[in-house]
């Protein structure tokens, strides 16, 4: 198992928001995770991160083998974890391409720059746009298409996006979701060794995203697990209510 989150409770300034929270992952599985607005889907993403403020109340996330329920954000990043954001900060002062070279697994110079370059076309980005400020004045796409850059570049194991297809426009979703399987190895005939947590609110990006597995997230409780095209299903039939009475798991 890449992931194993066993019975996790969450808190965020002394409110409990997940309880009994339970999620096995393993390579070349893409784990989707749907539920309505406000049911905790960020504050998992953000738990299993290790962001301060999500305080672990009980249970324990190991990866990779080993327990980081309490290690530090950078120390998952070195091990492998990779991330986009529903909403990343801008960072003024901060060239794109700069973030790009702290952030590249490439050790020689050269071959850095030619990767970074060649990664950033894949991404419809040239080399002015790669010169401007971390997501300042971006457009809502342009954001998640570098989100998706600075993880071509990192080359994380197991990667979690936040609600990559909300504000984007459907050209878009279709581009960021090419990118999506690249980076899961879904693209190759061979089994990946990577592993994603998909957190969609709409579930449209699954048209073109290979998921394997799908939970339900309702009032911080996975109500509902199954094979993706099933939930989907269901949740456009019955609405994310119906997951409630749902004994699929
Ligand atoms: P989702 O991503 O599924 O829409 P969130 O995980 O963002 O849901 O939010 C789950 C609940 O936690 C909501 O009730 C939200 O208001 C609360 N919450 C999230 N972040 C904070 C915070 N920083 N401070 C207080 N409450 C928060
Ligand atoms: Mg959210």
Redesign the pocket.
Known sequence: MLLEITDLAVE??G?E??KDVDLYIDKGENHVLL????????????SILGLP?YKITRGEIIYKGQNITDMPTDERISKGLGVTF?NPPSIRGVKLENLLNIISKEEKEEVKELEINELGKTMNFDKSFLERDVNVGFSGGEVKRSELLQLLVQKPDFIMF??PDSGVDIENVELISKEINKLLENDKKEKSTKAGLL?T?LGYILNFVNATHAHV?LN?RIACSGKPNEIIDDVRKQGFGGCATCNQK
Not at 35 to 46: D, W, Y
Request: hydrophobic letters at 30%; zero cysteines; glycine letters at 16%.
């Open positions: 965020i300034k409110k928001i997940l539920g309505p607005n406000g049911a905790g889907k960020s504050t998992l993403f953000k403020n529903q936040d609600e957190i609110h997230l911080g």
